[in-house]
């Protein structure tokens, strides 16, 4: 994290005055502390942040502050930062793949809740891991639909290797309980009903009544103008459809948050390097930085063209191939980006809602990935 040393009204005041060669990610803390109230206040349960989705300090400072007391952590780099910065914190050890060392600087640092999706990992945890006060969460998969790509390739167990999982759980000692993930950028709220009807469906078949049940993340950020997140909506779907499908076995619910936190609580500024022969633009930024989940994630189209004094460019807009610094075919934005018919070289290109995965993934391939930090006090543009 690079240190940040004053505060800007904007990003077109900033870009006015330092012209920046290298992309800038903005950041402004009322933004996340909105949020982070937003999900605190209105979510039936306990809201966990994702730290992988940004890791920076000032962001996990600015999320406890606003009364986020829970961190879905995946790495014992992730433990230790979260227990320095807030250790009274509730941390959730949900990567379902570890090592016995990294369970034991989970276990020195205070972590009681694990998540599991195999027999193989299931016998790691009852080995390394007290049982007293532990919760252990199966974490199962469906069918993916209504997001953005699946997780479910990598993690989850089928609905009946699920319920094993879970009596196993129960016979050891440890709290059970039940996690999934519905995928990432969920826009209709219906994306989280198939799951907790189906937790319901594997608490019965393993006999096992569950302390809790944990939705996972999905929820999104504002990253395209006509679909805007639905956060209330989906709350309320998930309180009514619990209480339907688990009736008087009703668990508390856990969600974890990261794209949905700290997303809109950012925009990257990037600058032309050129318009080639007035058709593709190249940017300082791109696949290999701070735009590289663009590849698997719909790409930003809340996207600005400013001049080099802070101006935004106003008029006309075309499609156009947009490419990032490398030296590289595959450092493109994929389709085309709606910028400014005036865009010329020294321009800025500002994308909204890039406050997740973007730092975190952000490389130094080819020499380029220079990414600088200002905070703002608005993110309008």
Same mark, same amino acid.
């Given at each position: 994290?690079?240190?940040?040393?004053?505060?800007?009204?904007?990003? +077109?005041?900033?870009?006015?005055?330092?012209?920046?060669?290298?992309?800038?990610?903005?950041?402004?803390? =009322?933004?996340?502390?909105?949020?982070? #109230?937003?999900?605190?206040?209105?979510?039936?349960?306990?809201?966990?942040?994702?730290?992988? +989705?940004?890791?920076?300090?000032?962001?996990?400072?600015?999320?406890?502050?606003? /009364?986020?007391?829970?961190?879905?952590?995946?790495?014992?780099?992730?433990?230790?930062?979260?227990?320095?910065?807030?250790? %009274?914190?509730?941390?959730?050890?949900?990567?379902?793949?570890?090592?016995?060392?990294?369970?034991?600087?989970?276990?020195?640092?205070?972590?009681?809740?694990? +998540?599991?999706?195999?027999?193989?990992? @299931?016998? $790691?945890?009852?080995?390394?891991?007290?049982? %007293?006060?532990?919760?252990?969460?199966?974490?199962? $998969?469906?069918?993916?639909?209504? !997001?953005?790509?699946?997780?479910?390739? $990598?993690?989850?167990?089928?609905?009946?290797?699920?319920?094993?999982?879970?009596?196993?759980?129960?016979? *050891?000692?440890?709290?059970?309980?039940?996690?999934?993930?519905?995928?990432?950028?969920?826009?209709?709220? *219906?994306?989280?009903?198939?799951?907790?009807?189906?937790?319901?469906?594997?608490?019965?078949?393993?006999?096992? #009544?569950?302390?809790?049940?944990?939705?996972?993340? &999905?929820?999104?950020?504002?990253?395209?103008?006509?679909?805007?997140?639905?956060?209330?909506?989906?709350?309320?779907?998930?309180?009514?459809?619990?209480?339907?499908?688990? &009736?008087?076995?009703?668990?508390? @619910?856990?969600?974890?948050?990261? #794209?949905? @936190?700290?997303?809109? !609580?950012?925009?990257?500024?990037?600058?032309?390097?050129?318009?080639?022969?007035?058709?593709?633009?190249?940017?300082?930024? &791109?696949?290999?930085?701070?735009?590289?989940?663009?590849?698997?994630?719909? +790409?930003?189209? #809340?996207?600005?063209?400013?001049?080099?004094?802070?101006?935004?460019?106003?008029?006309? %807009?075309?499609?156009?191939?947009?490419?990032?610094?490398?030296?590289? =075919?595959?450092?493109?934005?994929?389709?085309?980006?709606?910028?400014?018919?005036?865009?010329?070289? &020294?321009?800025?290109?500002?994308?909204?809602?890039? /406050?997740?995965?973007?730092?975190?993934?952000? %490389?130094?391939?080819?020499?380029?990935?220079?990414?600088?930090?200002?905070?703002?006090?608005?993110?309008?543009?």
């Amino acid at each position: 994290m690079r240190a940040v040393t004053q505060i800007w009204k904007n990003p +077109s005041d900033y870009l006015r005055v330092n012209q920046p060669e290298n992309p800038v990610l903005f950041f402004a803390p =009322s933004v996340l502390y909105a949020q982070a #109230r937003l999900f605190v206040t209105g979510f039936p349960g306990l809201v966990t942040y994702a730290v992988k +989705s940004n890791p920076q300090e000032m962001v996990i400072e600015n999320l406890w502050m606003a /009364g986020v007391t829970g961190f879905d952590v995946a790495s014992p780099v992730e433990i230790r930062k979260v227990h320095a910065i807030a250790p %009274t914190a509730k941390m959730h050890y949900n990567n379902p793949v570890r090592t016995p060392s990294e369970i034991a600087v989970a276990v020195a640092c205070g972590v009681v809740s694990y +998540s599991v999706d195999s027999a193989t990992e @299931l016998d $790691k945890l009852i080995a390394h891991v007290p049982a %007293t006060d532990t919760e252990i969460t199966v974490r199962f $998969k469906l069918p993916v639909a209504g !997001a953005a790509y699946n997780f479910g390739a $990598k993690f989850g167990a089928t609905v009946e290797f699920a319920a094993q999982l879970l009596a196993r759980v129960r016979d *050891a000692g440890f709290i059970p309980s039940l996690t999934f993930h519905p995928g990432t950028q969920c826009t209709d709220p *219906a994306a989280w009903q198939s799951y907790i009807e189906a937790a319901a469906q594997i608490a019965q078949k393993a006999g096992v #009544r569950i302390a809790r049940l944990n939705v996972g993340g &999905g929820f999104p950020s504002h990253r395209e103008h006509e679909i805007v997140p639905q956060l209330e909506a989906t709350f309320a779907l998930i309180a009514r459809v619990t209480d339907q499908a688990f &009736g008087a076995d009703r668990p508390a @619910l856990v969600c974890e948050p990261g #794209r949905g @936190l700290v997303g809109d !609580a950012f925009t990257l500024g990037t600058s032309v390097k050129a318009v080639r022969d007035g058709t593709h633009v190249f940017l300082n930024d &791109g696949l290999y930085g701070a735009l590289m989940e663009c590849h698997w994630v719909a +790409s930003v189209d #809340r996207v600005a063209v400013f001049d080099a004094m802070g101006q935004r460019r106003m008029g006309g %807009t075309s499609p156009r191939v947009v490419f990032g610094p490398t030296c590289d =075919s595959v450092d493109r934005i994929p389709g085309e980006v709606m910028l400014s018919d005036a865009i010329s070289d &020294g321009d800025f290109v500002l994308f909204e809602s890039m /406050g997740a995965y973007s730092w975190a993934t952000n %490389t130094e391939f080819n020499g380029f990935g220079a990414l600088a930090l200002a905070q703002v006090l608005s993110l309008e543009l």
